[in-house]
C-alpha cells in the first residue's frame, strides 16, 4: 500500500508545508533539497514537538488532538475548507463550529432566488434571521422588505405575529417542528451564546414558545409539505427543502416549490398581479 494511502494526513501535512515559501516566513532560503518549509519550522510556527510534528508525518503516535490541529492550521495558514479537510484526515470529523456570520448574502446567491419566480425561496442564518428572499417569498410568506431586520426572524414571526399564526392549517404542530429544527441548527451551527437573548425574550411573549422550548424537541429540516392559507388565493400547498450553502455553513436556503397544480396557479396569480398592479377596465 502506498505512503499516500496508507497516512492521508502525513500526506496532506506533507504537500502544504512544501508549498509554503522559508523567506516569507524569516526563515533563511539558501540550498535546500526539498520545496517549501522544513518539518521542524513547520513544528516552530505551530508551537508543537518537532518530533511530534514528525510523528504525525509517518503515521506514528496516534491521532493528534484538535488543539494540536488548530495549531498546524493556523501554521500552516490552511484556509477554512483546508482546515476542515485536516480535522477530517486527523480526527474522522470536522472542527466544532464556531458560529460567525455577516449576515451579508451576495449578489450570486441573490440572483439564486431570484430565478425562481413562482417558488418561494429565502436564505435563513442558523439563528433563523431571513437575509434574502425573493418575490414570491415576499408575495406568498412575508414581505420581509416591509419589517426591521431585527423583525425578519422566523421564529419571533412563528410566536408574536398574528396573521404568520392565522396562516398556518396547524399551527401547534408547525410551531413545535419550527422550534425542534430551530434548536437543531442553532446547535450545529454552535450558536448557543446567540440564540440565548431571543429564547429569552420569546419565552417572555409567548407561553407557547416557553413550553415547546422547555419541551426539547428537536427535529430535522430537510423537506416537508406546508400548508397555509392565504388570503385572497386559500389553502397552498408547498413542498419546501432544505439546502445548504457551500462555503458559508451558517447560511441555509429554504425553496418552497408549489405541491398541486391549484397552488401552482394561485402562487402564478400573484405574481402576474404584483408584476401589473393596475386594476382591470
Same mark, same amino acid.
Given at each position: ?13 506533507? %504537500?502544504?508545508?512544501?508549498?509554503m515559501?522559508? &523567506? ?12 517549501? +518549509? ?26 493528534? @488532538? ?25 480526527l ?9 456570520? @455577516?449576515?451579508?448574502?451576495?449578489? $450570486? +446567491? ?21 437575509? #434574502?428572499?425573493?418575490?414570491? #417569498? ?8 416591509? +419589517? ?13 405575529? !398574528?396573521g ?10 408547525? #410551531? ?6 430551530? $434548536? ?9 451564546a446567540?440564540?440565548?437573548?431571543? &429564547?429569552?425574550?420569546?419565552? $417572555?411573549? @409567548? ?6 422550548? $422547555? ?7 430537510? %423537506?416537508?409539505?406546508?400548508? +397555509? ?11 419546501? @427543502?432544505?439546502?445548504? &450553502? ?5 447560511l441555509? &436556503? ?22 401589473? !398592479?393596475?386594476?382591470? %377596465?
Amino acid at each position: 500500500m502506498s505512503m499516500e494511502t496508507d497516512n492521508p494526513l502525513g500526506t496532506f501535512l506533507r %504537500d502544504r508545508r512544501s508549498r509554503m515559501d522559508p &523567506v516569507a516566513f524569516g526563515f533563511g532560503g539558501g540550498r535546500r533539497r526539498t520545496p517549501g +518549509l522544513r518539518r521542524e519550522e513547520v513544528a516552530q510556527r505551530a508551537n508543537i514537538s518537532p518530533t511530534w510534528y514528525t510523528w504525525l508525518e509517518q503515521g506514528r503516535g496516534g491521532a493528534p @488532538s484538535a488543539d494540536v490541529l488548530n495549531r498546524l492550521a493556523a501554521g500552516l495558514m490552511l484556509t477554512e475548507p483546508e482546515r476542515e479537510h485536516l480535522f477530517i484526515l486527523g480526527l474522522g470529523r470536522p472542527p466544532e463550529a464556531t458560529y460567525k456570520t @455577516s449576515g451579508e448574502v451576495t449578489p $450570486r +446567491l441573490q440572483r439564486v432566488l431570484d430565478a425562481m419566480p413562482f417558488s418561494p425561496a429565502i436564505i435563513k442564518t442558523a439563528t433563523w434571521d431571513v437575509v #434574502a428572499w425573493n418575490a414570491a #417569498a415576499a408575495m406568498v410568506l412575508t414581505d420581509y422588505g416591509k +419589517l426591521p431586520r431585527e423583525q425578519r426572524n422566523i421564529l419571533r414571526l412563528m410566536f408574536t405575529n !398574528p396573521g404568520m399564526k392565522a396562516a398556518q392549517e396547524d399551527w401547534r404542530s408547525v #410551531a413545535r417542528y419550527v422550534v425542534g429544527s430551530f $434548536r437543531a441548527d442553532a446547535a450545529r451551527a454552535g450558536a448557543g451564546a446567540e440564540i440565548a437573548t431571543l &429564547v429569552e425574550e420569546l419565552s $417572555r411573549l @409567548s407561553p407557547e414558545f416557553e413550553s415547546l422550548w $422547555r419541551d426539547n424537541y428537536v427535529a430535522g429540516h430537510a %423537506d416537508g409539505l406546508k400548508r +397555509l392559507h392565504h388570503p385572497e388565493h386559500g389553502l397552498l400547498e408547498l413542498e419546501f @427543502s432544505a439546502l445548504a &450553502v457551500d462555503g458559508r455553513p451558517e447560511l441555509g &436556503v429554504i425553496i418552497y416549490n408549489p405541491a398541486t397544480p391549484e397552488t401552482a396557479g394561485r402562487i402564478q396569480s400573484l405574481m402576474m398581479r404584483r408584476a401589473d !398592479p393596475s386594476p382591470a %377596465d
